[in-house]
């Protein structure tokens, strides 16, 4: 490593001089327009982005949650059509957000049912960072056809995640849940030939995006479908297809993991809680640890990646941001990365008392503040970004791709309070790691990357520009133990696509399922619910359903005025009782005293347990520590550490 280290300083001090001079004469030239065949108009430079309004303090449009709730009853009893919610405002008022006590605020009075307020973030210039970063949007999302829903409709972006809810059946009956599964006296459950529609309508409109396709549910698993569906999304072209599941199936069933990844499936987007039975016993299933443990190895050995999911509740299991982070960092050739999920009082939680709400919330600055508490070796100001930043990068992928490529790169253009990412680097070998701002000026890249999509070079020059930027902001010094720059350039050049020269690192790829360094990418997804609720958040939603009324934000979908309600109610298959009749019921685990069955005779689990609440170096030789038993914890066999 050390006869590495010279040479990587000085490409490191040479991109360094070389970068100035070369865009001394590169900004003196205008480029001609860059227009992919799949965009509606030529991809619009920094200058020319727009950006919703940003700032503290400011005024937006929400909802009182009392009104939404009576005016969704009265189009559900059929009182009033659905078209209200499309040619009027029911429900809306204005808000404040506002800086308040050392709090970022939201506060909003309606005339009949009085002031709401509730907090955005617990620190201010946390939130103040994140809207600073922002670089702007960049196509308007075609309204006519698929975001036809009043106020609520999807105005901006191209999105990244489009789900498809396959059924509202469950195996569990958890709170917190959205669509409070299991509860709603009916059934709506989609045929094949619906999923294909709505796959056929996302991709016939400009731009075309390259989107990560989700089933979820419910339960996606349990729906007779769900192989069938994953194989049309891979056949209509999408390279990403992922399933949001509880895992109990694949910890159940081996094989079915296999045919799922036969299938074309390549992330399982797994709920998970905790690293103990203790952080997962509010899911009321005894054993829910163990499943997951499970399942993420069924899940490894089929190749298909996996995310742990963690819905993250105020005094619940916020203790468990660092034990999660760390079971992922010391399991990360089996975890490819962490998506936490704030929780969002909506679904199963709509009717929540205040008190229990302002006990219970937790926002994106808790998330950064308790990462940095519990590791020691985080900050929250130097390495937490808005999803949206990453755009920045996928415009320079689009040039790469170049104007003849048929699909625009997956780009996240959400609003910057909606979610925010951080990456890890970690040997898969060693388990030593860094935070990746910690060796790389990420700002300083996400400047460049602006630069380059704004110039607007050929694929050579804008190769040797990457190339360039991600050298002259690396510090070699600072890097982990045994990273080497071609492993960077490697990491690098798979975010892009391969665009740099390799190739993309899909599950068929297998020189790159065996490259020894990960990018652990940490995210936080907060979703809106009836007391945080901003319009000008719902409008450039990047994760949208796709339902047999049009694509709908998340937010607007699952919270909002509550279009999940409508669309399921108008689009129902029959009553639970005559589905439970005609096709027989389903397991329901929902008995803390109650177990999931596990296969019996099969290898011991061989992840590594955290011990602790710290995030520590891996320590390869050390002497070997049994596992333990506590808290009522089932954990099989496993490497505590």
């Given at each position: 490593?050390?006869?590495?280290?010279?040479?990587e300083?000085?490409?490191?001090?040479?991109?360094?001089?070389a970068?100035?001079?070369?865009q001394?004469?590169?900004?003196?030239?205008?480029?001609?327009?860059?227009?992919?065949?799949?965009?509606?108009?030529?991809?619009?430079?920094?200058?020319?982005?727009?950006?919703?309004p940003?700032?503290?303090?400011?005024?937006?449009?929400?909802?009182?949650?009392?009104?939404?709730?009576?005016?969704?009853?009265?189009?559900?009893?059929?009182?009033?059509?659905?078209?209200?919610?499309?040619?009027?405002?029911?429900?809306?008022?204005?808000?404040?957000?506002?800086?308040?006590?050392?709090?970022?605020?939201?506060?909003?009075?309606?005339?009949?049912?009085?002031?709401?307020?509730?907090?955005?973030?617990?620190?201010?210039?946390?939130?103040?960072?994140?809207?600073?970063?922002?670089p702007?949007?960049?196509?308007?999302?075609?309204?006519?056809?698929?975001?036809?829903?009043?106020?609520?409709?999807?105005?901006?972006?191209?999105?990244?995640?489009?789900?498809?809810?396959?059924?509202?059946?469950?195996?569990?009956?958890?709170?917190?849940?959205?669509?409070?599964?299991?509860?709603?006296?009916?059934?709506?459950?989609?045929?094949?030939?619906?999923?294909?529609q709505?796959?056929?309508?996302?991709?016939?409109?400009?731009?075309?995006?390259?989107?990560?396709?989700?089933?979820?549910?419910?339960?996606?698993?349990?729906?007779?479908?769900?192989?069938?569906?994953?194989?049309?999304?891979?056949?209509?072209?999408?390279?990403?297809?992922?399933?949001?599941?509880?895992?109990?199936?694949?910890?159940?069933?081996?094989?079915?993991?296999?045919?799922?990844?036969?299938?074309?499936?390549?992330?399982?987007?797994?709920?998970?809680?905790?690293?103990?039975?203790?952080?997962?016993?509010?899911?009321?299933?005894?054993?829910?640890?163990?499943?997951?443990?499970?399942?993420?190895?069924?899940?490894?050995?089929?190749?298909?990646?996996?995310?742990?999911?963690?819905?993250?509740?105020?005094?619940?299991?916020?203790?468990?941001?660092?034990?999660?982070?760390?079971f992922?960092?010391?399991?990360?050739?089996?975890?490819?990365?962490?998506?936490?999920?704030?929780?969002?009082?909506?679904?199963?939680?709509?009717?929540?008392s205040?008190?229990?709400?302002?006990?219970?919330?937790?926002?994106?600055?808790?998330?950064?503040?308790?990462?940095?508490?519990?590791?020691?070796?985080?900050?929250?100001?130097?390495?937490?970004?808005?999803?949206?930043?990453?755009?920045?990068?996928?415009?320079?992928?689009?040039?790469?791709?170049?104007?003849?490529?048929?699909?625009?790169?997956?780009?996240?253009?959400?609003?910057?309070?909606?979610?925010?990412?951080?990456?890890?680097?970690?040997?898969?070998?060693?388990?030593?790691?860094?935070?990746?701002?910690?060796?790389?000026?990420?700002?300083?890249?996400?400047?460049?990357?602006?630069?380059?999509?704004?110039?607007?070079?050929g694929?050579?020059?804008?190769?040797?520009?990457?190339?360039?930027?991600?050298?002259?902001?690396?510090?070699?010094?600072?890097?982990?133990?045994?990273?080497?720059?071609?492993?960077?350039?490697?990491?690098?050049?798979?975010?892009?696509?391969?665009?740099?020269?390799?190739?993309?690192?899909?599950?068929?790829?297998?020189?790159?399922?065996?490259?020894?360094?990960l990018?652990?990418?940490?995210?936080g997804?907060?979703?809106?619910?009836?007391?945080?609720?901003?319009?000008?958040?719902?409008?450039?939603?990047?994760?949208?359903?796709?339902?047999?009324?049009?694509?709908?934000?998340?937010?607007?979908?699952?919270?909002?005025?509550?279009?999940?309600?409508?669309?399921?109610?108008?689009?129902?298959?029959?009553?639970?009782?005559?589905?439970?009749?005609?096709?027989?019921?389903?397991?329901?685990?929902?008995?803390?005293?109650?177990?999931?069955?596990?296969?019996?005779?099969v290898?011991?689990?061989?992840?590594?347990?955290?011990?602790?609440?710290?995030?520590?170096?891996?320590?390869?030789?050390?002497?070997?520590?049994?596992?333990?038993?506590?808290?009522?914890?089932?954990?099989?066999?496993?490497?505590?550490?």
């Amino acid at each position: 490593m050390n006869l590495w280290k010279p040479l990587e300083w000085t490409l490191v001090g040479g991109a360094r001089l070389a970068w100035p001079a070369f865009q001394a004469i590169n900004r003196r030239f205008e480029a001609k327009p860059f227009h992919p065949k799949w965009a509606p108009a030529p991809l619009p430079k920094s200058r020319e982005r727009s950006k919703p309004p940003l700032g503290f303090p400011r005024t937006t449009d929400s909802l009182c949650p009392v009104c939404v709730r009576e005016t969704r009853a009265s189009i559900l009893s059929g009182e009033i059509p659905v078209q209200t919610l499309v040619n009027e405002k029911r429900g809306e008022i204005k808000a404040h957000i506002l800086e308040r006590d050392g709090k970022i605020i939201i506060e909003k009075t309606c005339p009949s049912h009085g002031t709401f307020v509730d907090t955005l973030a617990i620190n201010p210039d946390f939130l103040k960072r994140l809207e600073s970063l922002f670089p702007g949007r960049d196509f308007d999302a075609i309204t006519e056809k698929l975001h036809n829903h009043g106020s609520s409709s999807i105005k901006h972006g191209r999105g990244s995640v489009l789900t498809i809810d396959l059924t509202n059946r469950c195996n569990m009956m958890c709170d917190p849940c959205f669509m409070d599964a299991n509860q709603v006296g009916y059934v709506h459950e989609l045929t094949l030939d619906e999923v294909k529609q709505l796959l056929d309508d996302a991709i016939s409109v400009k731009p075309r995006r390259q989107m990560t396709i989700q089933f979820s549910g419910g339960e996606p698993t349990i729906s007779p479908i769900f192989l069938d569906a994953i194989r049309y999304a891979c056949e209509v072209g999408y390279f990403s297809v992922q399933a949001a599941t509880n895992g109990i199936r694949f910890a159940q069933e081996p094989r079915f993991a296999h045919e799922a990844r036969q299938a074309g499936m390549r992330i399982a987007y797994l709920q998970f809680d905790g690293v103990t039975e203790a952080a997962n016993a509010h899911r009321k299933v005894g054993n829910l640890f163990d499943v997951k443990l499970r399942a993420i190895e069924n899940l490894y050995a089929a190749g298909i990646d996996v995310c742990l999911v963690v819905t993250i509740v105020n005094t619940v299991n916020n203790h468990q941001v660092d034990p999660s982070v760390k079971f992922a960092l010391e399991n990360c050739d089996k975890i490819s990365f962490v998506s936490f999920q704030p929780v969002s009082f909506t679904g199963r939680d709509e009717e929540i008392s205040d008190e229990e709400r302002h006990a219970k919330r937790y926002t994106l600055s808790h998330l950064a503040e308790d990462m940095k508490r519990q590791t020691g070796v985080t900050e929250p100001l130097r390495d937490w970004f808005p999803l949206s930043a990453s755009s920045a990068i996928s415009q320079v992928t689009d040039l790469l791709q170049g104007a003849g490529a048929d699909w625009g790169s997956l780009n996240c253009g959400c609003h910057p309070d909606c979610g925010v990412g951080m990456g890890f680097m970690v040997s898969k070998k060693t388990k030593k790691w860094a935070p990746v701002s910690e060796f790389i000026n990420i700002e300083a890249i996400l400047h460049d990357a602006q630069t380059i999509t704004d110039t607007a070079r050929g694929k050579t020059l804008t190769v040797i520009q990457t190339a360039l930027s991600l050298l002259r902001n690396y510090t070699p010094s600072k890097a982990p133990e045994g990273l080497r720059l071609t492993d960077l350039l490697r990491k690098f050049d798979k975010q892009t696509g391969g665009q740099l020269g390799g190739r993309l690192g899909a599950c068929e790829d297998g020189d790159r399922k065996s490259d020894e360094w990960l990018l652990m990418f940490v995210a936080g997804m907060w979703f809106q619910d009836l007391w945080t609720y901003d319009f000008r958040r719902t409008e450039m939603c990047i994760i949208p359903y796709a339902t047999q009324m049009g694509e709908i934000s998340f937010c607007a979908y699952n919270t909002g005025v509550g279009w999940r309600q409508i669309v399921e109610n108008m689009y129902q298959n029959t009553t639970v009782a005559e589905w439970y009749r005609e096709h027989g019921k389903h397991a329901v685990y929902a008995n803390p005293k109650k177990l999931v069955p596990l296969p019996a005779n099969v290898n011991p689990v061989s992840l590594h347990v955290p011990r602790d609440g710290r995030l520590v170096e891996w320590r390869p030789k050390r002497e070997a520590v049994p596992a333990r038993k506590e808290e009522n914890c089932a954990y099989g066999s496993f490497t505590a550490s």
